[in-house]
């Protein structure tokens, strides 16, 4: 299996603009999350998935993130608008079962 | 109190040294340990999974558990530059999905 994809691998682009990061992952796992990686908080979860369905978002910092997985196979991560303080290594990660978490190479968002 | 505790290092050892990598936790209902190693630039990747308290050996590692003193630690015996990564420790409860990491400690192994 080729594990987690996520496209963009780098995106660089200017506040205000919109993102979208994308996430397929490994065939088979029922579970997918979205991770957000900085050196002043670490690896914060933002929000997971179970069979399609968003379980917990609590972790989205605020309206202007959004996910999706319209089917078993791709999700996507929005920022609308995007702002420098989004700038971070996104990770997107799938499993099979809860407890052990398979991640994605992540997508580095530099926003200026 | 920050749920996950993580030594924030860095590290740097010889090659060939035991290292120690240690973290401690406040919630008691985490029942599932972990211990991840991300190389630079690359994601997380899995390296031992543990229930409850007690020993678990794979190769060179040891990851043990004691939740008595909500403390767990991950062991690297012999230690070598391939193993020069930053290491997460995380954990989760079982009620849900959601994963707790620690903000991991990087370690380099000089030759």
């Known amino acids: 299996d080729a594990g987690v994809i996520q496209s963009p691998r780098h995106e660089v682009t200017e506040m205000g603009q919109e993102v979208t990061l994308r996430c397929k992952p490994i065939s088979g796992h029922d579970y997918l999350f979205w991770y957000r990686q900085t050196m002043m908080r670490g690896l914060e979860l933002l929000i997971y998935?179970?069979?399609?369905?968003?379980?917990?978002d609590s972790g989205m910092p605020e309206d202007r993130f959004s996910a999706k997985m319209p089917n078993a196979s791709f999700s996507t991560l929005k920022i609308q608008p995007s702002e420098p303080r989004d700038s971070a290594v996104y990770f997107c990660?799938?499993?099979?079962?809860?407890?052990?978490?398979?991640f994605g190479p992540g997508t580095r968002l530099l926003v200026l | 109190q920050k749920e996950v505790e993580q030594d924030p290092g860095p590290l740097s050892v010889p090659e060939g040294a035991i290292v120690s990598l240690n973290c401690t936790y406040s919630n008691s209902a985490f029942q599932y340990f972990m211990w991840y190693r991300q190389y630079s630039r690359k994601g997380p990747e899995l390296l031992m999974y543990?229930?409850?308290?007690g020993n678990k050996e794979d190769g060179r590692f040891t990851a043990q558990v004691d939740k008595s003193s909500k403390y767990i630690s991950l062991f690297i015996r012999d230690s070598q530059p391939s193993d020069s990564a930053t290491y997460l420790c995380?954990?989760?409860?079982?009620?849900?999905?959601?994963?707790?990491f620690g903000k991991g400690i990087t370690l380099s192994v000089r030759p």
């Open positions: 998935f179970n069979n399609n369905v968003p379980i917990d």
């Open positions: 995380a954990m989760i409860t079982g009620a849900n999905s959601k994963l707790t």
């Open positions: 990660a799938s499993s099979p079962v809860e407890e052990t978490q398979y």
């Open positions: 543990t229930y409850s308290s």
